[in-house]
């Protein structure tokens, strides 16, 4: 009898740890493969458990290499996901191939609000476990769209891949240019990833494994773990990161840099002497294993943290670029230079020209900007012109009006379901020409749109526009997004508010705080807040010390971690649902619900 009864249990972990297959379909209509596990028995007293684990995968893998790991996890109780990433695995795409990384983080968006969609698990009872590539997906996703997830354990993230060439990344970068499409042979061989030979076998002999990556894959890795390294500070849930003691496909100083800036009061970094890369398949895997389990345990039993993101964790540097350089110094004479030529040749370019006319920040440069025609004086300015609208930024900018667009029109599709006529308020317009834009293709429904601005100049062109492209269905008038007696005067109760390209041009969070609480108070109910915001920029000093804002002073840039945009906003009563990311990380387009 007791040897049955041991059969019947063997059998039945047997039928437990065995995955189901699923597909979801991602932002760009790709349907991603994924496994399941624990689905059908994770229930006690009939009750279905409200807790997950996410599983990331590294470079050239797929979930179906997690097998092992989720036996040893032992978490039965505790449902666990686990996805083949777009050119991984059985999901679709050329093998190795994104576009850009900031792609793949998209892909993982869109699998963590699936899951919570379709599997109905709330974000706030996630964990993630990753494995290199798959933890630069991770702490990415954690870093720029402010989960409210339970933890995340990154194992061996490769924020710093060895390249060992000299010259590798440069030279990668210049053959992108020539070649956008071109793919390189990961150099890593079974051995190097593990002292498991059963293991490196197995991998060798994997029909799912490909040793193929896109060129534009890698150098947008390297790109995005430095941004995510550099403002580490906001990512605020409990982190345990492995670092393999004798790696040889990743940069351990890299792990070392992470863990000092992360902002997490629960942090570890733990070092496993002697382990290569691949710490959840190596010899002594049970080490970290076991660590990863308590971790999980730990993190799933801990009362819930809501933490306020108000202080802002940047203000240092904010502070020194509100300084001025002092006279004799380098950069005091490098910038003067800069700036010079920005005030005499510059000026040939429209677009610079503009700037020092009504400020780089202002609603005119953002329509400028927006329509993306390099003008000037001759071919020369022209051409100053070209490069000024390709820079970083305003390309960031676009991106943005593009996110801002496709936010818009969902929201707009989802009012007129449940309403007979909708109403829309920007308060922060110029314009309004991507507005505009949108509005063109509901001329037959009942959408009317107000713009607001401060600046009556931004409104008249508007107002121009508008009549040019034949809409009537749009307002224009002067307001003041951050007094509440201005907002009171919206009329009617606007269903959809949108606050674009405003509260990133302020460092006072009490400004922002005033602004929120008077949209709330006027937007209808069941209505949704569009809001944007900058948590990154590259070019912050140049700026600063060269461009003025619309009040003639030096444009002086504070970005906000996204998650104290979003604490403000949850602050204010709303709940961020859904956003949208540029690829650089630059600006984010978020649309938010008022809370019950």
């Known amino acids: 009898m007791l040897a049955q009864l041991k059969l019947d249990t063997n059998n039945q972990n047997e039928i437990n740890n065995k995955p189901l297959e699923h597909t979801m379909t991602s932002w760009d209509g790709s349907q991603l493969f994924y496994r399941s596990w624990h689905l059908d028995n994770n229930t006690t ?7 997950a684990v996410i599983l990331f995968h590294g470079g050239h893998e797929h979930s179906g290499r997690f097998q092992d790991l989720v036996e040893n996890l032992d978490l039965d109780e505790h449902a666990i996901f ?8 059985r999901s679709p795409g050329e093998r190795g191939y994104a576009d850009h990384f900031q792609d793949l983080v998209r892909d993982a968006d869109c699998f963590i609000r699936h899951i919570a969609k379709h599997h109905q698990i709330p974000i706030n009872q996630m964990m993630l476990l990753c494995h ?42 210049i053959w992108q240019k020539f070649k956008p499409n071109a793919f390189v042979n990961s150099y890593v061989k079974p051995g190097m990833l593990t002292h498991d030979q059963d293991e490196a076998e197995a991998r060798r002999k994997d029909p799912l494994i490909s040793p193929s990556i896109a060129v534009r894959v ?3 890795l390297f790109e995005t773990s430095e941004r995510v390294i550099q403002g580490a500070a906001s990512i605020k849930v409990p982190t345990l990161i492995f670092s393999a003691g004798s790696d040889r496909v990743v940069h351990r100083s890299a792990h070392q840099r992470f863990y000092k800036n992360l902002g997490s009061e629960q942090k570890i970094l733990q070092t496993l002497p002697g382990f290569y890369h691949e710490v959840f398949h190596e010899k002594d895997r049970q080490q970290p294993i076991s660590q990863a389990r308590e971790f999980i345990l730990q993190c799933f039993s801990s009362q819930q943290r809501h933490q306020q993101f108000i202080s802002p964790a940047n203000n240092e540097t904010f502070k020194k670029l509100k300084q001025p350089l002092k006279v004799g110094q380098f950069s005091h004479l490098k910038y003067s230079v800069v700036k010079t030529a920005m005030q005499t040749i510059g000026k040939l370019s429209n677009g610079v020209s503009l700037g020092w006319e009504s400020g780089f920040d202002s609603g005119r440069m953002l329509d400028y900007v927006y329509a993306n025609k390099p003008t000037g004086w001759g071919p020369l300015g022209r051409s100053i012109d070209k490069n000024y609208l390709n820079s970083p930024g305003w390309s960031g900018i676009r991106t943005r009006r593009e996110n801002l667009k496709q936010l818009l029109t969902e929201q707009i599709e989802e009012q007129l379901i449940s309403h007979n006529k909708i109403h829309i308020a920007d308060l922060a317009a110029g314009p309004g020409r991507y507005l505009l834009e949108v509005l063109q293709n509901y001329q037959q429904a009942p959408v009317t749109a107000l713009c607001r601005d401060w600046d009556t100049r931004g409104l008249n062109e508007g107002k121009q526009l508008a009549d040019k492209m034949a809409i009537t269905s749009v307002a224009y008038e ?12 919206l009329n009617p109760r606007p269903n959809i508010v ?7 041009l302020f460092e006072d969070n009490s400004m922002i705080m005033r602004s929120l609480r008077g949209i709330k108070k006027q937007l209808a109910p069941g209505g949704k807040l569009i809001y944007t915001n900058q948590p990154y920029h590259p070019q912050l000093e140049f700026i600063a010390r060269t461009l003025i804002n619309r009040e003639g002073q030096p444009w002086v840039m ?28 630059i600006f984010s387009v978020t649309v938010a619900a008022m809370e019950d």
């Open 558 to 585: 504070r970005p906000r971690p996204q998650s104290e945009m979003n604490a403000l906003v949850k602050a204010a009563g709303f709940k961020p649902e859904h956003m949208l990311m540029d690829k650089q990380g």
């Open 478 to 489: 002067q307001g003041d997004a951050f007094s509440q007696e201005s907002l009171a005067g």
């Open 498 to 504: 949108i606050v674009s390209g405003l509260y990133e």
């Open 132 to 173: 290199s590539v798959g933890s630069v997906i991770a702490s990415t996703w954690v870093h720029d769209y402010a989960p409210p997830i339970k933890g995340m354990i990154l194992g061996s993230p490769a924020f710093n891949v060895k390249l060992y060439a000299p010259f590798a990344l440069p030279i990668l970068r």
């Open 218 to 220: 890698l150098t947008s």
């Open 82 to 89: 686990a996805w083949d990433a777009r050119g991984h695995g």
């Open 45 to 51: 007293n009939n009750k279905k458990t409200n807790k």
